[in-house]
C-alpha cells in the first residue's frame, strides 16, 4: 500500500472514544471514484482511535458497501480492536490482501466436498490453535497465517499430556523450514503479536506487524530442500534459499543442482534410496554427491566431510535458535524431551536433541503426517481483544469487568454459531500489563469470577510471578498498567484414542530389516547399523542405538542411547549425557 493508495476522510475520534469531528458520508462518492481510479479491489479501513469507538469505521464500511459492493472492506475495529495505530493498521490491510484468495479457496473447498458427498460441517485451523468455521476464516484470514504449523505444536502437547510429559520442545521440519515451539505445562506458548516477511531472519522489528494470536515458534530457514553455499568468507551456510519441490534437491532427478540438506543426508547414509516415500520415489546418490562436490572442493576436502558439514550446520543453527527460543522465555532447554516429527525432523533431531542436552527424543508413529493430527485435538475457539488502557491504582474495575463478560458473550455467540453449547465452553482471561514507562507488556492470567477492588492485590502479584519467570527479577514499587484485555473462547477438546499396541512385535529382532552404512561421528566414519521397519515395532519393544529406524513419510536416525516403544507406539529414546 504505497503512499498514493493511501486514503483519508475527514472524522475524529479522540483516545477517550469520545467524538470529535463526525463522519460525513458526502465525502466518500469522491474517494470511491478515486478507489475505482487506483483499480482497487479491496481497502482496509484504519481510523484513529477506532479501537475505542468504531462507529466511525462501522459508517465508512456501510457506506462503501453501498456506493462500491465489488470492493472486499475490512475494518480495524472488527480485525484487532486493540491499542497501537501502526500495528492495527498493518494487521488489517494484510488481512484485507489475502482475503479474497482465501474466500475463493475456500469456496472451492467446500463445492469440492459437497461433490463428494461430505455434508459434515467443515471447520478452519486457526494459528492461536483454535478451530473455526468457515464464515469466521473467511473474515478473517489472517488468523490462519500460521495454522499448519500450529497444528503441530498442538499434537506435540497432545502427546506430551498423553505420556506425563507437559514440557516439551516440539520440534518440526519439512522440506524448507524447521520450526521449534515449546510446550509448557501441557500448553504450547501463544504471543499475540507476530511479524511477516523479515528481512532479516531472526531480527525482530525487519518485518511487518500483524497483531493476531499465534502459538510460540521459532522458524528456522532450513528444511530438506534448503541449499548449501559459501558465502564471501568462505564460510559454509546452509539455507533460508530452498530448491523447493521443483526441481528439488539433485537427487530428486529432477533437474535441481544445487547441493541441498537432503542430498547431504543420503549420502551420509540416512536415507534409503530406494526407501524414499515408502518406495515411492527413488533418490539419485550420485547426483547427490555431484552436488556436494560444488561444495567439498573450493573446501580442499571430501564429499563425506562436506556433506556432515551441511548437516551439522543445520543441526546447530536449530538448535541455537531453539536455545534462544527458551531463554528468552525463562526455560532451560536442557530440562525439555523433544518431540520431533515432519519428513526431515528424525532424520535431524537425535542430534539436535544432544546438542540440546536434551534427556530423551520421543518421535511419534507417522512423524511425517503428524501435523494433520493436531487439527483432531483441536477445540473450537476464538479469541477477542478490547484495548483499554488504565494505571492498576485507578483502573475503574466495572468497566474492566464489562469488558470481559461483552468479549465472553462474543465468544459463547461465536461457538454457538459452531454448534458449541455455553455450558460446554471455557473462557480463558489474560491482561497485558507493564511497568509505568516500559514499552512493551506481558500477558498475565486473570482470575475467574468478576473483577473488582478487591482483584488488584491478585492482580500484582500474578503481574510479579509471570514477570519474574521472564526476566528473573522484579522492580519493587514500580505502579503498573494495563493496556489490553483477552478472553479465549473455547469448546470441548476432541478426545484421541491412540493406545494400543497395534501390529507388529513387541520383539525388536523380528522388525529389523537388515543393515545399512551410515555415517556415525563416534565411530570415525561409516559403520554397519541396524535397520528397523517403523510399524514391526510393537508396544514394549527395545533395542539398542545406534539403529535407523524407516516408516513410509520419514526415518529416525539415533547415534547412541537406549530405545523403546511405549503404550502409544510413540519411539522413545533415552539419550547418552
Given at each position: 500500500?504505497?503512499?498514493?493508495?493511501?486514503?483519508?476522510?475527514?472524522?475524529?475520534?479522540?483516545?477517550?472514544?469520545?467524538?470529535?469531528?463526525?463522519?460525513?458520508?458526502?465525502?466518500?462518492?469522491?474517494?470511491?471514484?478515486?478507489?475505482?481510479e487506483?483499480?482497487?479491489?479491496?481497502?482496509?479501513?484504519?481510523?484513529?482511535?477506532?479501537?475505542?469507538?468504531?462507529?466511525?469505521?462501522?459508517?465508512?464500511?456501510?457506506?462503501?458497501?453501498?456506493?462500491?459492493?465489488?470492493?472486499?472492506?475490512?475494518?480495524?475495529?472488527?480485525?484487532?480492536?486493540?491499542?497501537?495505530?501502526?500495528?492495527?493498521?498493518?494487521?488489517?490491510?494484510?488481512?484485507?490482501?489475502?482475503?479474497?484468495?482465501?474466500?475463493?479457496?475456500?469456496?472451492?473447498?467446500?463445492?469440492?466436498?459437497?461433490?463428494?458427498g461430505?455434508?459434515?460441517?467443515?471447520?478452519?485451523?486457526?494459528?492461536?490453535?483454535?478451530?473455526?468455521?468457515?464464515?469466521?476464516?473467511?473474515?478473517?484470514?489472517?488468523?490462519?497465517?500460521?495454522?499448519?504449523?500450529?497444528?503441530?505444536?498442538?499434537?506435540?502437547?497432545?502427546?506430551?499430556?498423553?505420556?506425563?510429559?507437559?514440557?516439551?520442545?516440539?520440534?518440526?521440519?519439512?522440506?524448507?523450514?524447521?520450526?521449534?515451539?515449546?510446550?509448557?505445562?501441557?500448553?504450547?506458548?501463544?504471543?499475540?503479536?507476530?511479524?511477516?516477511?523479515?528481512?532479516?531472519?531472526?531480527?525482530?522489528?525487519?518485518?511487518?506487524?500483524?497483531?493476531?494470536p499465534?502459538?510460540?515458534?521459532?522458524?528456522?530457514?532450513?528444511?530438506?530442500?534448503?541449499?548449501a553455499?559459501?558465502?564471501?568468507?568462505?564460510?559454509?551456510?546452509?539455507?533460508?534459499?530452498?530448491?523447493?519441490?521443483?526441481?528439488?534437491?539433485?537427487?530428486?532427478?529432477?533437474?535441481?543442482?544445487?547441493?541441498?540438506?537432503?542430498?547431504?543426508?543420503?549420502?551420509?547414509?540416512?536415507?534409503?534410496p530406494?526407501?524414499?516415500?515408502?518406495?515411492?520415489?527413488?533418490?539419485?546418490?550420485?547426483?547427490?554427491?555431484?552436488?556436494?562436490?560444488?561444495?567439498?572442493?573450493?573446501?580442499?576436502?571430501?564429499?563425506?566431510?562436506?556433506a556432515?558439514?551441511?548437516?551439522?550446520?543445520?543441526?546447530?543453527?536449530?538448535?541455537?535458535a531453539?536455545?534462544?527460543?527458551?531463554?528468552?522465555?525463562?526455560?532451560?532447554?536442557?530440562?525439555?524431551?523433544?518431540?520431533?516429527?515432519?519428513?526431515?525432523?528424525?532424520?535431524?533431531?537425535?542430534?539436535?536433541?544432544?546438542?540440546?542436552?536434551?534427556?530423551?527424543?520421543?518421535?511419534?508413529?507417522?512423524?511425517?503426517?503428524?501435523s494433520?493430527?493436531?487439527?483432531l485435538?483441536?477445540?473450537?475457539?476464538?479469541?477477542?481483544?478490547r484495548?483499554?488502557?488504565?494505571?492498576?491504582?485507578?483502573?475503574?474495575?466495572?468497566?474492566?469487568?464489562?469488558?470481559?463478560?461483552?468479549?465472553?458473550?462474543?465468544?459463547?455467540?461465536?461457538?454457538?454459531?459452531?454448534?458449541?453449547?455455553?455450558?460446554?465452553?471455557?473462557?480463558?482471561?489474560?491482561?497485558?500489563?507493564?511497568?509505568?514507562?516500559?514499552?512493551?507488556?506481558?500477558?498475565?492470567?486473570?482470575?475467574?469470577g468478576?473483577?473488582?477492588a478487591?482483584?488488584?492485590?491478585?492482580?500484582?502479584?500474578?503481574?510479579?510471578?509471570?514477570?519474574?519467570?521472564?526476566?528473573?527479577?522484579?522492580?519493587?514499587?514500580?505502579?503498573?498498567?494495563?493496556?489490553?484485555?483477552?478472553?479465549?473462547?473455547?469448546g470441548?477438546?476432541?478426545?484421541?484414542?491412540?493406545?494400543?499396541?497395534?501390529?507388529?512385535?513387541?520383539d525388536?529382532a523380528?522388525?529389523?530389516?537388515?543393515?545399512?552404512?551410515?555415517?556415525?561421528?563416534e565411530?570415525?566414519?561409516y559403520?554397519?547399523?541396524?535397520?528397523?521397519?517403523?510399524?514391526?515395532?510393537?508396544?514394549?519393544?527395545?533395542?539398542?542405538?545406534?539403529?535407523i529406524v524407516?516408516?513410509?513419510?520419514?526415518?529416525?536416525?539415533?547415534?547412541?542411547?537406549?530405545?523403546?516403544?511405549?503404550?502409544?507406539?510413540?519411539?522413545?529414546?533415552?539419550?547418552?549425557?
Amino acid at each position: 500500500a504505497p503512499r498514493r493508495r493511501r486514503l483519508e476522510v475527514d472524522e475524529r475520534v479522540r483516545a477517550d472514544g469520545s467524538i470529535l469531528t463526525p463522519f460525513d458520508p458526502a465525502q466518500m462518492p469522491a474517494i470511491v471514484a478515486r478507489l475505482r481510479e487506483l483499480g482497487a479491489e479491496a481497502v482496509a479501513v484504519s481510523l484513529l482511535h477506532a479501537y475505542r469507538n468504531p462507529v466511525h469505521e462501522q459508517a465508512l464500511g456501510a457506506t462503501l458497501a453501498a456506493l462500491a459492493p465489488e470492493l472486499v472492506v475490512s475494518l480495524s475495529s472488527e480485525v484487532v480492536p486493540e491499542i497501537r495505530e501502526y500495528e492495527r493498521a498493518s494487521t488489517t490491510l494484510a488481512n484485507v490482501y489475502v482475503r479474497p484468495l482465501v474466500e475463493n479457496y475456500l469456496r472451492q473447498l467446500e463445492t469440492q466436498l459437497r461433490d463428494l458427498g461430505v455434508t459434515a460441517p467443515l471447520f478452519v485451523m486457526l494459528s492461536s490453535g483454535g478451530t473455526a468455521t468457515i464464515e469466521t476464516a473467511r473474515r478473517f484470514p489472517i488468523r490462519l497465517i500460521e495454522s499448519g504449523p500450529a497444528a503441530g505444536a498442538l499434537a506435540a502437547a497432545h502427546y506430551g499430556n498423553l505420556t506425563h510429559r507437559p514440557n516439551v520442545l516440539s520440534f518440526d521440519m519439512g522440506g524448507t523450514t524447521a520450526k521449534a515451539c515449546l510446550i509448557d505445562g501441557g500448553e504450547p506458548l501463544v504471543a499475540s503479536d507476530f511479524e511477516v516477511a523479515r528481512v532479516y531472519r531472526f531480527k525482530r522489528g525487519s518485518g511487518l506487524p500483524v497483531r493476531v494470536p499465534v502459538i510460540e515458534m521459532i522458524e528456522i530457514g532450513a528444511g530438506g530442500g534448503s541449499i548449501a553455499r559459501l558465502d564471501t568468507l568462505g564460510l559454509l551456510k546452509v539455507g533460508p534459499d530452498s530448491a523447493g519441490a521443483e526441481p528439488g534437491p539433485a537427487c530428486y532427478g529432477r533437474g535441481g543442482t544445487e547441493p541441498t540438506v537432503t542430498d547431504a543426508d543420503l549420502v551420509l547414509g540416512y536415507l534409503d534410496p530406494a526407501f524414499f516415500l515408502g518406495g515411492r520415489m527413488k533418490l539419485d546418490k550420485q547426483a547427490a554427491e555431484r552436488a556436494i562436490g560444488r561444495i567439498a572442493a573450493p573446501l580442499g576436502m571430501g564429499i563425506t566431510d562436506a556433506a556432515w558439514g551441511i548437516h551439522q550446520v543445520v543441526n546447530e543453527n536449530m538448535a541455537g535458535a531453539a536455545r534462544i527460543h527458551a531463554v528468552e522465555r525463562g526455560k532451560d532447554p536442557r530440562a525439555y524431551p523433544v518431540f520431533a516429527f515432519g519428513g526431515a525432523g528424525p532424520v535431524h533431531a537425535y542430534r539436535v536433541a544432544r546438542i540440546l542436552g536434551a534427556p530423551e527424543l520421543v518421535v511419534p508413529l507417522g512423524a511425517g503426517v503428524t501435523s494433520a493430527l493436531g487439527f483432531l485435538v483441536a477445540p473450537l475457539a476464538f479469541d477477542f481483544v478490547r484495548s483499554y488502557f488504565a494505571p492498576l491504582d485507578t483502573l475503574d474495575w466495572t468497566r474492566a469487568d464489562g469488558l470481559l463478560r461483552e468479549m465472553e458473550d462474543e465468544g459463547a455467540a461465536t461457538l454457538a454459531a459452531a454448534g458449541a453449547a455455553r455450558e460446554s465452553l471455557t473462557f480463558r482471561r489474560t491482561a497485558e500489563m507493564r511497568y509505568k514507562g516500559q514499552g512493551h507488556e506481558i500477558p498475565v492470567v486473570l482470575p475467574d469470577g468478576p473483577l473488582t477492588a478487591a482483584s488488584c492485590p491478585v492482580l500484582e502479584s500474578a503481574f510479579a510471578e509471570t514477570y519474574r519467570g521472564l526476566y528473573g527479577r522484579i522492580a519493587e514499587g514500580v505502579p503498573l498498567e494495563i493496556l489490553t484485555w483477552r478472553v479465549v473462547t473455547s469448546g470441548p477438546r476432541p478426545t484421541l484414542d491412540l493406545s494400543g499396541s497395534g501390529s507388529g512385535s513387541t520383539d525388536a529382532a523380528s522388525a529389523r530389516k537388515g543393515e545399512r552404512e551410515m555415517y556415525l561421528p563416534e565411530a570415525g566414519g561409516y559403520a554397519a547399523v541396524p535397520i528397523y521397519d517403523r510399524y514391526g515395532l510393537a508396544s514394549g519393544a527395545t533395542f539398542p542405538g545406534p539403529a535407523i529406524v524407516e516408516e513410509r513419510e520419514s526415518t529416525v536416525i539415533i547415534g547412541g542411547g537406549d530405545c523403546r516403544i511405549d503404550e502409544y507406539r510413540n519411539l522413545v529414546v533415552t539419550l547418552p549425557q
